[in-house]
């Protein structure tokens, strides 16, 4: 099976679907010829041509809504940004046109779009331009959330995101596009709305998505090498719908919970997992569940103090410790 | 930090306690651990103990007073501290509850589960000798399912989570570890035996028909004549401690239990627990009901032992002064009203216990004795067995090496 970056397998999927669908297209800032910021839509333009692959002014609210209005009429627009920072000003046309048009037209009116890039933080890019809006969009009723970690991920979400009826936040990393994984030729999706198990183990359950994937990887690798502890690595790939079963299985099995995200701690998404866990696995629980987020705080630019304020496989590892009693 | 003090559960069933007296006064220091009062219990005195340090600001109990478990009943707090508002609330409500309402599900996880008179600690009670925990139990949640799915009381387990916090490592540990801690250095104290299937269905059946323990009895009748000899030569002894039927009998109970391990056993539900040590729970009746002070490792025990120790346990008992480990834990049981001319009776069993020997008089009856009537003390004793564990002929078998014992005393150097 061949081995490609992050990069790589987005651009593949958008490749495959626009050639298996002439309604998708491409459109953001320097998608074209450029061939996107990151690369990701390197050779689109060449294959597809300008109608399919719209390079567009720094407009993000307007070309928005030139794709939900795209979609309105049947076309399946995939609209980059550049960051999901710069998305701010596109999210009036997310939360209130993509996620409610289907709604408040009484389900006349679906809306197949994709937003998709990066987030979260990269490398010194400061307060501005390093956050996770993850939590933001997963509060939306309306919108699909989707978050890859790896290639494979990557590539068979997107295609089942484009392929979807609703509006899908797709959220990428800068730090994830060099990432290389194993992913196979030709066609394959992957579901939205299931979780994965990255690592099978019996002591803890981390629960992470996206670039806390890695770092939950590394954590479980300390664990096992110091402490003898097995983690068990839930990757939940999609954050709206979430795949509560999964986590609920995995938790009634360890009896104990660590959940990291990269975005901040109030209100964020692993509030929302403690609360189901609380809810659906209490007689399971051996210790309280704990979470390692983002300092609550603006990403800081220096660069120590950037690193001490993400979420990093030491603090996982010593949330862990706390909960399995070895403290 | 200003600490509450509160009216712990001191014995297992307690729901409230009566301040018999307070060993410190208001105003005075007090250190971490140090006894604040002397608490009357539902069945003996105990000592409160601080939990925490500084100066005795507040008590809201006087001597006498009978007051809920969980009820604040005292302030201690360094003594310029402001505890104006813990004042204020517990002034409101006369006596604030606790909050936390770990009062409530802590007893519902060993209630009715633990139907036993005596031995609420449940099966696995203080078989350890463990200290109870005191007031407020802390444990996640999945150990208090687990502790209640094995029937394990959570207040005789030492928490080994933060703060105190028992956890799941905590209640399995206590449901398989070793728990005996006066063992001789023989190893694990008894032996669980899964249940075949026929001993379920007679479990199942005779639950169905005649209750929750499904009872029977087996009455022998007992020469004494030799035990009545061997007891007077003994209490001929200068100096000697007084050696009565009964401690002869315990004596040689705990004896026969060790040739007849399938009579000292607990049944635990889903599996019969076989000990290899012998605890006899021996019924001491108090001014209130009875309560049943356990001789541990009787069978190791010289009579004049198990007669010390059994005198200074009801004497003990009487004055209700037992501490819970001293009153839980027991293998077999042994209710003897000889003492009041009762010739022969029923005894109900104390689970999990699977059997009880209920103890009669002895007394000159007329008998045959190889075909001429004659006149010889005779003592009648009527085993309960709990079905589930013990059949007919293995009961029989007990109580025929009981009798061949007392028969003839000498036995009791095998």
Not at chain 2, 146 to 152: C, D, F, G, P, S
Not at chain 2, 393 to 414: D, H, S, Y
């Amino acid at each position: 099976m061949p081995t490609i970056t992050y990069r790589d397998a987005l651009n593949q999927a958008l490749k495959e679907e626009m050639e298996r669908d002439a309604n998708v297209f491409l459109m953001g800032e320097e998608v074209g010829v450029y061939q996107g910021a990151y690369k990701v839509s390197r050779g689109l333009l060449d294959a597809f041509g300008e109608d399919r692959v719209v390079d567009t002014p720094i407009t993000e609210l307007g070309f928005a809504g030139v794709g939900i209005g795209a979609a309105m009429v049947g076309l399946r627009p995939v609209i980059e940004f550049m960051t999901w920072n710069f998305a701010l000003l596109a999210i009036d046309q997310i939360v209130n046109s993509a996620a409610k048009m289907l709604y408040m037209s009484g389900g006349q009116i679906p809306i197949p779009i994709v937003f998709r890039g990066p987030g979260g933080a990269a490398l010194q890019l400061a307060a501005q331009h390093s956050q996770a809006f993850d939590s933001w969009y997963a509060h939306v009723p309306g919108l699909k959330v989707v978050a890859p970690a790896t290639p494979y991920d990557a590539k068979g979400l997107l295609k089942s995101a484009i392929r979807d009826e609703n509006p899908v936040v797709f959220l990428e990393g800068e730090m994830m596009y060099n990432a290389k994984g194993e992913v196979p030729e030709g066609e394959y999706t992957v579901p939205l709305g299931e979780a994965d198990v990255k690592l099978e183990g019996s002591d803890v359950t981390l629960v992470c998505h996206a670039k806390t994937v890695t770092v939950a990887q590394r954590a479980a690798q300390q664990l096992a090498e110091e402490c003898g502890i097995a983690a068990e690595i839930v990757d939940l790939r999609t954050i709206r719908p979430l795949d509560t079963d999964a986590i609920i299985r995995s938790v009634a099995k360890t009896n104990r919970c660590v959940v990291v995200e990269e975005g901040w701690p109030f209100c964020g998404i692993g509030a929302q997992i403690v609360d189901y866990i609380q809810l659906y696995a209490f007689d399971h629980l051996d210790a309280p569940v704990l979470r390692v987020t983002q300092a609550d705080v603006p990403i800081p630019y220096n660069k120590r103090l950037e690193k001490a304020a993400k979420p990093s496989p030491e603090r996982v590892v010593e949330a862990v410790k706390q909960i399995t009693y070895l403290d | 930090m200003a600490t509450k003090v509160y009216m712990e559960a001191l014995s297992p069933t307690m729901e409230e306690g009566r301040i018999v007296k307070w060993l410190k006064q208001e105003e005075e220091p007090v250190m971490d651990g140090d006894v604040l009062a002397e608490v009357e219990t539902d069945k003996a005195i105990m000592e409160l103990q601080a939990r925490g340090e500084g100066t005795l600001r507040k008590v809201f109990a006087t001597e006498g007073d009978t007051v809920e478990v969980g009820t604040v009943i005292g302030v201690i707090a360094a003594a310029d501290e402001d505890i104006g508002e813990i004042l204020a609330t517990v002034g409101a409500t006369e006596g604030e509850r606790r909050a936390d309402g770990d009062v409530g599900p802590e007893r519902a996880a060993s209630g009715p589960d633990t139907a036993a008179p005596v031995a609420v600690a449940g099966p696995h009670g203080a078989a350890a000798g463990a200290p109870m925990q005191r007031g407020r139990v802390k444990a996640s949640p999945l150990a208090r399912r687990l502790a209640k799915e094995r029937q394990v009381d959570l207040r005789v387990i030492q928490g080994t989570g933060p703060g105190g916090r028992v956890v799941r490592r905590d209640v399995e540990s206590a449901v398989s570890g070793p728990r005996h801690v006066h063992a001789p250095a023989t190893g694990a104290g008894y032996e669980d035996a899964p249940l075949s299937q026929i001993r379920k269905t007679i479990a199942n059946r005779l639950s169905q028909s005649i209750g929750p323990v499904p009872h029977f009895f087996l009455t022998s009748e007992i020469d004494m004549e030799r035990t009545a000899e061997a007891r007077d030569e003994l209490n001929n002894v200068p100096d000697a401690p007084r050696i009565s039927y009964n401690d002869i009998i315990i004596k040689v109970v705990a004896q026969a239990l060790r040739q007849h391990p399938e009579c000292n056993a607990w049944w635990q539900d889903n599996y019969i627990r076989y000990f290899n040590e012998v605890h006899i729970s021996v019924a001491v009746s108090v001014e209130e009901g009875l309560i049943t002070p356990v001789l541990r490792n009787a069978h190791l025990k010289s009579l004049r032992e198990i007669a010390a120790e059994g005198r200074e346990l009801a004497q003990r008992a009487r004055e209700r002064k037992l501490k819970p480990e001293e009153y839980t834990g027991g293998t077999f049981s042994i209710s003897n009203l000889g003492m009041f001319d009762v010739d022969q009776f029923t005894a109900v069993i104390n689970p999990p216990e699977a059997g009880i020997l209920a103890v009669g008089s002895v007394a000159d009856r007329p008998v045959a004795v190889e075909g001429t009537m004659t006149v010889r003390k005779r003592m009648r004793v009527t085993m309960s067995c709990d079905h589930r564990v013990i059949d007919g002929a293995t009961g029989a078998r007990f109580l025929q090496t009981v009798k061949r014992m007392l028969e003839n005393p000498l036995a009791i150097v095998w």
